[in-house]
T-cell receptor, first 111, second 112 residues
Framework: GDSVTQMEGPVTLSEEAFLTINCTYT??????LFWYVQYPGEGLQLLLK?????DKGSNKGFEATYRKETTSFHLEKGSVQVSDSAVYFC??????????FGTGTSLTVIP | EAQVTQNPRYLITVTGKKLTVTCSQN?????MSWYRQDPGLGLRQIYY???????DKGDVPEGYKVSRKEKRNFPLILESPSPNQTSLYFC???????????FGSGTRLTVV
């Protein structure tokens, strides 16, 4: 069945460091791919998405490219801020209704 | 403001006492879904609905019921809660799943 695997955390970075959180997916066909962010005590917020191969999703300085050949959707940001501290979830959706989430990666950015 | 509203935010109950967590969205979305979030397991889908009176099981439906009598509401019902249903629950809605879901703020349920 479909699944999403993302790198385990926690990840701790200094402010202005480069961030990569790896995500790979398993699916029959070509799912839509998403990154969600969860700040402490809040629900999940859609950060970015890509619906087909080679699409690049971007938002708030974060980027991820849909790589069909490596079945990956890695999240990157060139310079993280303390306010980026949160848990990040990668997700896939093939049928549009059933979502498959990774286990989440906790990011802490220190000043 | 476009949002998904869940109630209550926090709930402590005893084993076997029926409870309902309400979920309402004001975006006229067709799709709605319930998830539970547990440490180390991420989010797992409990039930989803594509339209009024259309519901289907997700990955972990055992012990839960849902109904979709109106487009805006999608309550989650635990007929006989057990301690292994202690979790953080999220309701979500979407115009189309391919565009991603809007999540509620969550309901933290503790069953003792």
């Amino acid at each position: 069945g479909d699944s999403v695997t993302q790198m385990e955390g926690p990840v701790t970075l200094s402010e202005e460091a480069f961030l990569t959180i790896n995500c790979t997916y398993t699916a029959t066909g070509y799912p839509s791919l998403f990154w969600y962010v969860q700040y402490p005590g809040e629900g999940l917020q859609l950060l970015l998405k890509a619906t087909k191969a080679d699409d690049k999703g971007s938002n708030k300085g974060f980027e991820a490219t849909y790589r069909k050949e490596t079945t990956s959707f890695h999240l990157e940001k060139g310079s993280v801020q303390v306010s980026d501290s949160a848990v990040y979830f990668c997700a896939s959706s093939r049928a549009g209704n059933q979502f498959y989430f990774g286990t989440g990666t906790s990011l802490t950015v220190i000043p | 403001e476009a949002q998904v509203t869940q109630n209550p935010r926090y709930l402590i109950t005893v084993t076997g006492k029926k409870l309902t967590v309400t979920c309402s969205q004001n975006m006229n979305h067709e799709y709605m879904s319930w998830y539970r979030q547990d440490p180390g397991l991420g989010l797992r889908q409990i039930y989803y609905s594509m339209n009024v009176e259309v519901t289907d099981k997700g990955d972990v439906p055992e012990g839960y019921k849902v109904s979709r009598k109106e487009k805006r509401n999608f309550p989650l019902i635990l007929e006989s809660p057990s301690p292994n249903q202690t979790s953080l629950y999220f309701c979500a809605s979407s115009f189309s799943g391919a565009y991603g879901y809007t999540f509620g703020s969550g309901t933290r349920l503790t069953v003792v």
